[in-house]
């Protein structure tokens, strides 16, 4: 049994209140034109005679027929179940020709028409106080439906954003694992430097971006802090340009948003035997941030281990969910540069 919200008694209360103002009209009218109490509580017996059906019909649909037949496709049994209740409710005015024809056996022809017209249309507005009810509670329902939709394309939204920061997290590990301990190999010391630099970066990761929208200045030091550890790993014959210009130090964008560039930039982009180079740049201006990421690319094979590639499809979901139209994309190749470009309007 669903439990009675607020809402619920509400929408109850509305209603009641718009059936007591109809039945209330005419009896006031009476009693301001003729200011009789007497003919005022006469008005008021005869609104309530020839309107408690159509009430007990509207909210009878509105609550039980409409919710467990209409609504569940059982036309034919809410249609009897309403011809039963309109003929029960006005028992008294549809057999009434029975009752008059036995007392009063020689009425005229043209007085049975007007009763059965009258009957008719008695009927007829029962059956739209019955077509009313569902309408409203239809819209009600759709309106229901809607933010049920809504709530569970949140939901849904909601878990799939955290499904792919978790797997940033892993991944950008991953990498940096695998840039210390090649880093062992050459220098001891600065692969212990470098740990404890991971140690801070993971604190960041793991305790900073639980929430929707960080810093960009904390993720302009997370970003920093990456690269140099990054850089760790790199020869005489990579050059890395790293800038940032951010001028709204309140400004707050999604977490871990660029870091997914930043890593493919250096596993794509640094080569031990070749000239390579890295330019990474960030700016902010007027709630506009602009990140650019230019890299020679050095495509890997089937055997390197440095990641799996999914940094660049997480980024760009998490755009579309994130920032939806408020994102610009741009990604190219050209001469053996690798280029990529995000400018999003980030709420200020």
Sequence with gaps: MKKIEKKDLWLFLAQAGVWALIMLVFPLATLISTRNLETTSTSLLMVWQLLRGPLVVYFVNFYLLGPSLFFRNRYWLFALCNLLLITGMNYGFFFGYFMIKEHVPAMRGDAWIGFFSGAFMFFLLNTVMAAIAIGIRHFIRMGQLKQQLQNEKAKNTEAELAWLKNQINPHFLFNTLNNISSL???????????????????????????????????????????????????????????????????????????????????????????????????????GEVVFLCDNTNFPKDDKDRSGSGIGLENTRRRLDLLYHDRYQWEQSLHDGIYHIQIKLESKK
Excluded at 256 to 267: C, D, G, R, T
């Design 184 to 286: 062992t190999q050459i220098d001891a010391d600065a692969a212990q430097d470098a740990i404890a630099q991971l140690s801070d970066l993971l604190r960041y990761a793991m305790y900073e971006t639980n929430k929707k929208t960080v810093p960009l200045e904390g993720e302009v030091e997370f970003m920093k802090n990456y690269i140099g550890l990054m850089k760790l790993r790199c020869n005489e014959k990579t050059t890395v340009d790293a800038r940032f210009s951010v001028l709204n130090t309140q400004l707050e964008v999604a977490p871990l948003l660029f870091i997914s560039l930043v890593e493919n930039a250096f596993k794509h982009g640094v080569s031990s035997s070749q000239p390579s180079s890295i330019v990474i740049n960030l700016q902010e201006h007027d």
